[in-house]
């Protein structure tokens, strides 16, 4: 491993610093004892976080964002695993045009996702409903469920399963004690990018949801439409911390290198 | 690549997801390109047929020139800056040791996971005309009165370079995990300059997750909506903020889904011929395994 040079910490300091900076600036505002955004420096209070608690929509749009990101990247595994398993094996006539089509959400902008699914649910009577945002839900997740899936599956020694075959597994064995145990972690990892996908979807989500079933991220939208206090501040630094939390516990879990890098 | 056991098998395999696909991607989007090619008699708001009409009308208006031009301006600045502050960042990265490298990948991969609304409102803080940056270059008196970046073009640059650069880091990461580390140790052998052995031996390698990243950077830059809405407000309008717009204020759905449209179209012709372009240079110049391209293109 060859070392860094002062010039590349001095860079990597400044990075990280304009990474941090509006986290921080969030935090610190998000204690202030005033009515409007400002920083807590002449003494922190926690009003905004008591106001909280008198403030139940954001428990409630937490609760959708964390059903819809479970389900909606369970579903998109489910249907990217076996996809991914045909585009690495085998090259088959369309083997191209299939994995564009999978791919093909990426291209797509979300704003003209949500305008299809506002007028497609509209239509079909989902508009507003949990499964009408799950299933949009999966389509914006899938790409990143696939490309990790196909990551792994890609890097998937054939020979290992051979040799279980061989050995007088059946194909099923062999693909669940064998097969599937490798793929693990990389599917892991494309469950977890699909479910921070989908926490983290606004646009979309803004033209489909409905009063009663609304995202965390877009009530947040919503109310900073509307104004700018320090409450939003709170659900940020809330967020925040969630995120953190989750952030170190796949660490430990997983190592993060691993989850991003897809690597097994 | 193995035999496979049966003609059918990779259909059937991959059959499920573009089923869905079908269902819930291909109908609304054609539903979507149906609506922005109806027709309305304007007196009695019948449907009449296809017809250009809403294409024609946004092409032909300046209004509408305007914001696709900032949104194009937007996203290259945005796609550009982030590849060259992430690739860097991924490269030192990716030279670290064991506690600081796994310590730098949560802080700079971290906000990756925070929502995007969060991490524009800190924009918002700090950028408003009562922000920190106001205040600072106040103090230092490079100003004389408040600084506001809000409802400015920088100021969403910055917010959005701030949401993206995590993607090309990621990406480049990814290709870098890729490479031969005895490639550089041998260059570094034979006396190449640290500068030389990035430039020539670790670039050529990482070309593919540049690539990818720049290419997300640019795609998810032209889509944005939060960071827009948020820092660039009612003043400058983009083209997912116009549609948003078209939909919920002025309840224009026809425009709405016009522009939803161009914008698709847009996307897909920049972005498929910016793959096109390197895809062909670099497999000239490299001959890189078509493996290895397939990885890169969406």
């Given at each position: 491993?060859r070392?860094?040079?002062?010039?590349?910490?001095?860079?990597?300091?400044?990075?990280?610093?304009?990474?941090?900076?509006?986290?921080?600036?969030?935090?610190?505002?998000?204690?202030?004892?005033?009515?409007?955004?400002?920083?807590?420096?002449?003494?922190?209070?926690?009003?905004?976080?008591?106001?909280?608690?008198?403030?139940?929509?954001?428990?409630?749009?937490?609760?959708?964002?964390?059903?819809?990101?479970?389900?909606?990247?369970?579903?998109?595994?489910?249907?990217?695993?076996?996809?991914?398993?045909?585009?690495?094996?085998?090259?088959?006539?369309?083997?191209?045009?299939?994995?564009?089509?999978?791919?093909?959400?990426?291209?797509?902008?979300?704003?003209?996702?949500?305008?299809?699914?506002?007028?497609?649910?509209?239509?079909?009577?989902?508009?507003?409903?949990?499964?009408?945002?799950?299933?949009?839900?999966?389509?914006?997740?899938?790409?990143?469920?696939?490309?990790?899936?196909?990551?792994?599956?890609?890097?998937?020694?054939?020979?290992?399963?051979?040799?279980?075959?061989?050995?007088?597994?059946?194909?099923?064995?062999?693909?669940?004690?064998?097969?599937?145990?490798?793929?693990?972690?990389?599917?892991?990892?494309?469950?977890?990018?699909?479910?921070?996908?989908?926490?983290?979807?606004?646009?979309?989500?803004?033209?489909?949801?409905?009063?009663?079933?609304?995202?965390?991220?877009?009530?947040?939208?919503?109310?900073?439409?509307?104004?700018?206090?320090?409450?939003?501040?709170?659900?940020?630094?809330?967020?925040?911390?969630?995120?953190?939390?989750?952030?170190?516990?796949?660490?430990?879990?997983?190592?993060?290198?691993?989850?991003?890098?897809?690597?097994? | 690549?193995?035999?496979?056991?049966?003609?059918?098998?990779?259909?059937?395999?991959?059959?499920?997801?573009?089923?869905?696909?079908?269902?819930?991607?291909?109908?609304?989007?054609?539903?979507?390109?149906?609506?922005?090619?109806?027709?309305?008699?304007?007196?009695?708001?019948?449907?009449?047929?296809?017809?250009?009409?809403?294409?024609?009308?946004?092409?032909?208006?300046?209004?509408?020139?305007?914001?696709?031009?900032?949104?194009?301006?937007?996203?290259?600045?945005?796609?550009?800056?982030?590849v060259l502050?992430g690739t860097p960042e991924a490269y030192i990265?990716s030279r670290?040791?064991?506690?600081?490298?796994?310590?730098?990948?949560?802080?700079?991969?971290?906000?990756?996971?925070?929502?995007?609304?969060?991490?524009?409102?800190?924009?918002?803080?700090?950028?408003?005309?009562?922000?920190?940056?106001?205040?600072?270059?106040?103090?230092?008196?490079?100003?004389?009165?408040?600084?506001?970046?809000?409802?400015?073009?920088?100021?969403?640059?910055?917010?959005?370079?701030?949401?993206?650069?995590?993607?090309v880091?990621?990406s480049v990461w990814v290709s870098l995990?890729n490479c031969d580390p005895?490639v550089e140790?041998?260059g570094?052998?034979?006396?190449a300059s640290e500068a030389m052995i990035f430039r020539r031996l670790v670039l050529p390698q990482i070309v593919p997750g540049i690539v990818s990243g720049s290419?997300?950077?640019?795609?998810?830059?032209?889509?944005?909506?939060?960071?827009?809405?948020?820092?660039?407000?009612?003043?400058?309008?983009?083209?997912?903020?116009?549609?948003?717009?078209?939909?919920?204020?002025?309840?224009?759905?026809?425009?709405?889904?016009?522009?939803?449209?161009?914008?698709?179209?847009?996307?897909?012709?920049?972005?498929?011929?910016?793959?096109?372009?390197v895809?062909?240079r670099h497999?000239?110049r490299h001959?890189v395994?078509?493996?290895a391209?397939?990885?890169?293109?969406?």
């Amino acid at each position: 491993m060859r070392r860094n040079g002062l010039l590349a910490w001095g860079f990597h300091g400044l990075f990280v610093a304009f990474i941090a900076a509006p986290l921080i600036a969030i935090v610190l505002v998000s204690f202030t004892g005033k009515g409007y955004l400002s920083m807590p420096f002449d003494g922190a209070s926690l009003r905004w976080y008591r106001a909280l608690l008198t403030a139940p929509e954001f428990g409630a749009a937490l609760r959708v964002s964390l059903v819809l990101g479970v389900c909606s990247a369970s579903i998109a595994l489910v249907l990217a695993v076996p996809a991914a398993l045909a585009l690495s094996r085998w090259s088959f006539p369309g083997h191209a045009t299939v994995q564009g089509i999978l791919m093909s959400p990426l291209l797509i902008p979300n704003v003209v996702l949500g305008v299809a699914f506002l007028r497609f649910f509209t239509d079909l009577g989902l508009s507003g409903t949990l499964l009408g945002l799950v299933c949009a839900h999966v389509v914006v997740v899938m790409p990143y469920a696939l490309r990790l899936s196909l990551a792994a599956t890609g890097g998937f020694d054939l020979a290992l399963e051979q040799a279980a075959l061989s050995l007088g597994a059946s194909a099923f064995t062999a693909f669940r004690r064998v097969t599937l145990r490798l793929l693990l972690p990389g599917l892991a990892s494309g469950w977890i990018l699909a479910f921070i996908h989908s926490f983290d979807e606004l646009t979309m989500s803004t033209f489909i949801a409905s009063p009663s079933l609304t995202p965390l991220p877009v009530r947040l939208y919503l109310r900073i439409e509307d104004s700018i206090d320090p409450m939003v501040a709170a659900v940020s630094t809330l967020m925040i911390v969630g995120a953190l939390a989750l952030v170190i516990a796949l660490d430990r879990l997983y190592g993060l290198d691993r989850i991003f890098a897809g690597r097994p | 690549m193995a035999d496979h056991p049966h003609r059918l098998t990779p259909y059937a395999l991959s059959g499920p997801a573009l089923l869905f696909y079908g269902l819930l991607l291909g109908v609304p989007l054609l539903s979507t390109l149906l609506l922005s090619l109806r027709a309305f008699d304007a007196g009695e708001a019948t449907r009449t047929g296809l017809s250009l009409t809403h294409y024609l009308a946004i092409l032909s208006d300046p209004y509408f020139h305007a914001i696709f031009a900032r949104t194009f301006m937007l996203s290259a600045t945005v796609a550009l800056l982030c590849v060259l502050i992430g690739t860097p960042e991924a490269y030192i990265l990716s030279r670290m040791r064991a506690p600081w490298r796994s310590l730098f990948l949560i802080a700079t991969l971290g906000p990756f996971l925070i929502s995007v609304v969060v991490r524009t409102l800190g924009w918002a803080v700090l950028l408003g005309g009562q922000g920190v940056l106001s205040t600072v270059l106040q103090a230092l008196g490079l100003a004389d009165g408040p600084v506001s970046l809000l409802y400015t073009m920088p100021g969403m640059i910055i917010a959005l370079v701030h949401v993206l650069v995590p993607f090309v880091v990621i990406s480049v990461w990814v290709s870098l995990q890729n490479c031969d580390p005895d490639v550089e140790r041998a260059g570094a052998s034979l006396g190449a300059s640290e500068a030389m052995i990035f430039r020539r031996l670790v670039l050529p390698q990482i070309v593919p997750g540049i690539v990818s990243g720049s290419v997300i950077a640019f795609s998810l830059a032209a889509t944005a909506f939060a960071t827009p809405s948020i820092i660039g407000g009612r003043r400058l309008k983009v083209v997912a903020t116009a549609v948003y717009d078209a939909f919920f204020g002025t309840l224009d759905w026809s425009t709405g889904a016009t522009l939803a449209i161009l914008l698709l179209l847009a996307n897909l012709l920049i972005v498929m011929s910016y793959h096109r372009l390197v895809d062909r240079r670099h497999r000239a110049r490299h001959r890189v395994p078509t493996a290895a391209l397939q990885e890169v293109s969406p």
